[in-house]
C-alpha cells in the first residue's frame, strides 16, 4: 500500500473506534498518533501520560509542552507498576506487567470518563522485537491503529514530517526501566541514577544515548554518529566523574554504539539473583 493509502486507513481505523483514549508517551509513534487522532476525533479523544517513577522528567515535560503546542487534550494519570512484584523482580516478562497496570488503570479512567476504546502506538517494525506488553494490550482489547493501517516506524516519521510536527525526528526512548539489566531488581535509586546519567549525557550535547545499569557497572550506548567524540580520554574523564558520582565504580562505552533493544540480547534463563548467590 502506498503511503497516502495507509493514511486513510488510519484515519478510518480511528474514527471507528468511537470515543476513544490514546495512549501517550511523545515519542514520535504516539505524538503522531494522538495528533492524527485528535484531527479526526476533536473532542471525542484524550490523550493519556502514565506518569511513574519510570518516566524521565524530561520526557513527561516534552510531550506535555507537544501536546500544548497542537492544542491536544491531555491528562496525567498515575500507575503503579513499583508495587507489582513481577514488574519489580525484572524478568524477560517485566513490560507485561508494565503494560497490564496502564491498561487496567486507563480501562477504569475510561469507564469514569465515557470513552469507548482505549488505542496505543504500536508500529509494524515493533512486531520484529521482544515486546511481551503488546500482549497485556491484546488481552485488555487495546486498538493498534498505527498497525492495522501498516505502518512502519520510517512511515509514521514521514507522515509527522509531512504534518511539519517537530517529533519527526525525535529519537526513541523507552521507559527507564529497560535500562536496567533483566534479573536486576527495579528500584526508586536504580532509575534515578539511569535517569540522572542520561540527562548528563545530554548536557554533553550527545543526542541519542543509553546508559544501560548493570549492577556496579554503568555501559553506555551512543549513536555511532555521535560515537568519535566519545572515544576521547577527556570524554572518558568526563564519564568517570559523573557516573562514579551516581554510584557506579565502573564505567564502560559500548563500541557498538546505541541500539533499541540491545537489553534482549542477553536475557539470562534464571532470575540474577540467583546466579550471584
Not at 10 to 38: E, F, M, P
Not at 39 to 60: F, G, K, Y
Not at 90 to 113: I, P, S
Not at 164 to 189: F, N, Q
Amino acid at each position: 500500500m502506498e503511503l497516502s493509502a495507509k493514511h486513510q486507513h488510519l484515519k478510518d481505523a480511528l474514527r471507528a473506534l468511537g470515543r476513544t483514549l490514546v495512549a501517550y508517551s511523545g515519542g514520535v509513534d504516539s505524538a503522531y498518533l494522538a495528533w492524527i487522532a485528535h484531527e479526526v476525533l476533536a473532542d471525542d479523544m484524550l490523550a493519556v501520560i502514565a506518569d511513574s517513577p519510570s518516566l524521565a522528567r524530561t520526557q513527561l515535560n516534552d510531550a506535555l509542552a507537544f501536546a500544548g503546542e497542537h492544542e491536544i487534550p491531555v491528562e496525567v494519570i498515575q500507575t503503579a507498576e513499583m508495587d507489582r512484584p513481577g514488574y519489580v523482580r525484572n524478568d524477560r516478562q517485566r513490560c507485561f506487567h508494565c503494560k497490564d497496570e496502564l491498561f487496567q488503570v486507563m480501562e477504569a479512567f475510561a469507564a469514569k470518563r465515557g470513552f469507548q476504546s482505549i488505542a496505543y502506538g504500536v508500529n509494524v517494525d515493533d512486531q520484529s522485537d521482544f515486546r511481551p506488553g503488546q500482549t497485556a494490550a491484546r488481552q485488555h482489547h487495546v486498538a493498534s491503529p498505527l498497525l492495522q493501517a501498516g505502518l512502519s516506524k520510517a512511515e509514521i516519521r514521514e507522515l509527522a514530517r509531512n504534518a511539519a510536527l517537530r517529533v519527526w525526528e525525535k529519537p526513541a526512548s523507552a521507559c527507564l526501566s529497560s535500562r536496567i539489566e533483566y534479573g536486576r531488581p527495579v528500584t526508586l535509586e536504580a532509575l534515578s541514577a539511569v535517569e540522572q546519567g542520561e540527562d548528563a549525557l545530554h548536557g554533553l550535547g550527545f543526542r541519542q544515548c543509553r546508559v544501560r545499569h548493570h549492577g556496579e557497572i554503568a555501559r553506555i550506548e551512543i549513536a555511532r554518529d555521535e560515537l568519535v567524540r566519545a572515544l576521547t580520554p577527556q570524554m572518558f574523564a568526563e564519564f568517570t566523574r559523573i557516573f562514579k558520582g551516581l554510584g557506579f565504580a565502573f564505567v564502560a562505552v559500548d563500541t557498538e554504539g546505541f541500539r533499541s533493544g540491545s537489553m534482549n540480547t542477553a536475557i539470562p534463563s534464571q532470575p540474577l539473583i540467583k546466579l550471584i548467590s
